[in-house]
């Protein structure tokens, strides 16, 4: 109770001390009366308690819990009760310590209207007037493809006038173009009875839903019963929307047909946010799928992330699956809904869909950030790299070094630039090693960075802010070394980065600096040490060509690296110009020097 008593405070005490051991919701209070966090509990007076005994290694659980001034809390009868009313309060009150869920507002919606002789919309709003809403929908591409069918299928009022048998029996409404294009069966003035109306509406909720197989044997069985009583125009009618129905279903993205009614959630985090995807499956259809978004707020764990989403979509939708497939199992169970996690087969293949869908969300939101501002996206990492790192400055320009050599021959160096996070082809160096003898990293990196800052500082050009080394401390402190006797170290700030464990050390601290991996700062500096290592090998490769050239050919009494060159361009390689014969050979270079070139290759293979 050490936290409460630097309160120096009682009546958190006596909250705490009152709490029962029920399921519920707690939610905190600061001292001007605000809600800042709202949470679940099984037990609540054990989970309360547990923000006051900790010592937290969360910073910002441990700012929450100095800011609670009061507490208050509701019982209710079950786990579920709990997590539902958790879900509703965050969304009402948007505490700020709460993770923050993306409503699906942006994601259209099929409201099927709470009103006689129902309009079926499209809407972005979901109101509580006792309509049924279907979705959401991930495109209004989608929805309106769908809504096209279901108005070609189903003549339907798009009218909104009153429509109770009342105000129909006044005879006051007249039938409109709706009607003449047939589009619309005039229930207005009594042409379609409401049973008939209704029995149409319940076949379309049967397609949103994915029920189609249900809808084209009730449509079969009416066209067949039209048949037999020489009904052929309606009959005709009705085959013409069970195909229709059937080109629909065969368009839905089937998957198993064993597979029946489940629902799947993928799930992914970030640094600072969380992602599930929602697929829903029917008859072996996925029939819907969206992404929710999720904002973190105190380092939520994936479970936290996932029950969360399962009781927004469970309280959003009437028509749950009983079949949930998920990577893992939440913190709350819900009754009556069974949890798989597959192993393989088809519903791990759905999961692993699911997953990939939201890696496309993630990219396509970076996409559409870049796009509407490109440089808000650079700006928030370098301010990340600056805080992960421990930098003065933002590293706007950075440098990166990586030394090349096989067993100490062709030693070269590359270094490579970045600005803002992005590559600078432009300021790329390739260096040949000219003062070290053998394999030695610590004098290549000591001779390259030597030279490479006293050209920039005799020709006073801008220095980097942040120099990255590829390797460990070895290497970091032979290039500290270079920096030092340039008198520009106390300027420039430098790392090293290991490949072994991807640590990062500083100079003059032994101990190295860990970066959480999916960290957007350790992704920066692996790409920059990726990119010197590919563009040193590369020098390296090209170089080690031409030594090769040198000692395979050049070596032969009287011809040189002209004519050397014009034999590799002709043949492709020496092996080749060792199976030549003289006369081939002799096509290319002059005579003389083809029996050069013939009889040191004869004498070589004796």
């Not at 798989?340 to 869909?353: A, N, Q, S, V, Y």
């Amino acid at each position: 109770m050490a936290a409460i008593e630097k309160k120096n405070t009682t009546q958190l005490e006596a909250i705490l001390q009152t709490l029962p051991q029920k399921p519920g919701v707690y939610q905190y209070f600061d001292d001007s009366g605000t809600i800042i966090y709202v949470g679940k509990a099984k037990n609540l007076k054990k989970r309360v308690l547990q923000y006051f005994q900790k010592d937290h290694e969360n910073a910002k659980v441990r700012v929450l819990v100095r800011k609670i001034t009061d507490i208050q809390f509701i019982v209710v009868d079950t786990e579920i009760d709990a997590l539902l009313l958790e879900n509703n309060l965050i969304k009402k009150y948007q505490p700020r310590y709460n993770i923050l869920l993306k409503d699906d507002k942006t994601y259209p919606w099929i409201c099927i209207k709470n009103e006689p002789f129902p309009r079926i919309i499209s809407t972005r709003n979901r109101i509580k007037d006792g309509s049924k809403y279907f979705g959401p929908y991930p495109s209004h591409r989608t929805l309106h493809a769908l809504m096209e069918m279901i108005q070609q299928l189903f003549p339907l009022r798009t009218c909104n006038l009153n429509l109770s048998q009342e105000k129909i029996n006044l005879a006051k409404y007249k039938v409109c173009l709706e009607y003449h294009i047939k589009r619309c069966s005039g229930p207005c003035v009594n042409l379609q009875s409401e049973e008939s109306y209704l029995q149409n509406i319940q076949q379309i909720e049967n397609i949103i839903k994915g029920n189609v197989s249900s809808v084209i044997k009730q449509i079969y069985g009416a066209m067949m019963n039209f048949a037999h009583h020489q009904e052929f125009e309606k009959a005709q009618l009705l085959k013409i929307k069970m195909e229709s129905l059937q080109n629909y279903q065969s368009k839905s993205l089937v998957v198993n047909p064993n597979i029946e009614n489940v629902e799947v959630y993928g799930v992914a985090v970030e640094e600072d946010y969380g992602y599930i995807n929602h697929l829903r499956i029917v008859n072996g259809a996925i029939v819907g799928v969206h992404t929710i978004e999720i904002k973190k707020r105190l380092d939520e764990s994936p479970s936290e992330l996932l029950t969360l989403a399962i009781a927004d979509s469970v309280s959003k939708n009437d028509n749950s699956a009983d079949e949930l497939i998920v990577a893992f199992k939440p913190d709350f169970c819900f009754p009556n809904i069974k949890y798989t996690i597959p192993i393989r087969g088809d519903k791990k293949k759905l999961l692993e869909m699911s997953e990939r869908n939201i890696k496309f969300y993630i990219l396509d939101k970076k996409k559409q950030a870049a796009l509407v501002d490109p440089e808000r996206h650079s700006n928030r990492i370098m301010q990340k790299m600056k805080q992960d790192i421990g930098l003065k400055v933002e590293p706007r320009h950075i440098e990166c070094f990586d030394n090349s050599n096989i067993q100490g021959t062709n030693a070269v160096a590359a270094m490579v630039c970045f600005r803002d996070g992005k590559p600078f082809k432009n300021d790329y160096r390739h260096y040949n090693i000219k003062t070290v003898v053998g394999p030695d990293d610590y004098a290549s990196m000591r001779e390259v960075v030597f030279r490479r800052y006293s050209y920039l500082t005799e020709n006073e050009l801008p220095l980097p802010n942040l120099i990255v080394i590829d390797g460990g401390k070895g290497q970091l402190g032979a290039a500290l070394e270079s920096l030092t006797l340039l008198n520009i170290a106390d300027k420039i700030e430098i790392i090293g980065i290991a490949k072994r464990l991807e640590e990062i050390y500083k100079p003059h601290d032994p101990i190295p600096l860990y970066i959480d991996k999916k960290s957007e700062s350790l992704h920066v500096i692996q790409h920059i040490r990726d990119e010197a290592h590919r563009f040193g090998i590369t020098h390296h490769r090209n170089k080690r060509d031409k030594s090769t050239l040198k000692t395979e050919l050049t070596e032969i009494e009287g011809i040189g690296p002209v004519l050397a060159e014009k034999l590799l361009t002709h043949f492709r390689s020496v092996a080749m110009i060792k199976k030549a014969t003289l006369e081939t050979i002799e096509e290319v270079i002059p005579k003389a020097k083809a029996n050069l070139v013939y009889a040191y290759f004869q004498k070589e293979n004796l």
